[in-house]
Nanobody
Framework: QVQLVESGGGLVQAGGSLRLSCAAS????????MGWFRQAPGKEREFVAA????????YYRDSVKGRFTISRDNAKNTVCLQMNSLKPEDTAVYYC???????????????WGQGTQVTVSS
């Protein structure tokens, strides 16, 4: 069982940066692949970034490549998403999630946080 709590969302102007953090409970955090997803009003939840259990493997959706960076610290049970050069289209509720396997698919993730709002103004 893994419990996830996100933080770090907020309101930022286009071109600005935010750093999202996700704190995980449970001694098995290091065995899970972690992902960040987002959901804008009226849209389906979509994949943003994923990181393998050892940080050696990462993957991003095309629209955030070069702007977002996912990282994790297994000693601190945390995963972060550094978001730079933010755009209005990045506005959404951002969720972190844990999966037993590296995946970009929503249904592959077993545990979810409550989400944190990111709003980018133009």
């Amino acid at each position: 069982q893994v419990q996830l709590v996100e933080s770090g969302g907020g309101l930022v102007q286009a071109g600005g940066s935010l750093r999202l953090s996700c704190a995980a409970s449970g001694r098995t955090f290091s065995t899970y692949a972690m992902g960040w997803f987002r959901q804008a009003p009226g849209k389906e939840r979509e994949f943003v970034a994923a990181i393998g259990w050892s940080s050696g493997r990462t993957y991003y959706r095309d629209s955030v490549k070069g702007r977002f960076t996912i990282s994790r610290d297994n000693a601190k049970n945390t995963v972060c998403l550094q978001m730079n050069s933010l755009k209005p289209e990045d506005t959404a509720v951002y969720y972190c999630a844990a999966s037993g396997a590296f995946s970009v698919v929503v249904s592959s993730y077993d545990y979810w946080g409550q989400g944190t709002q990111v709003t980018v103004s133009s």
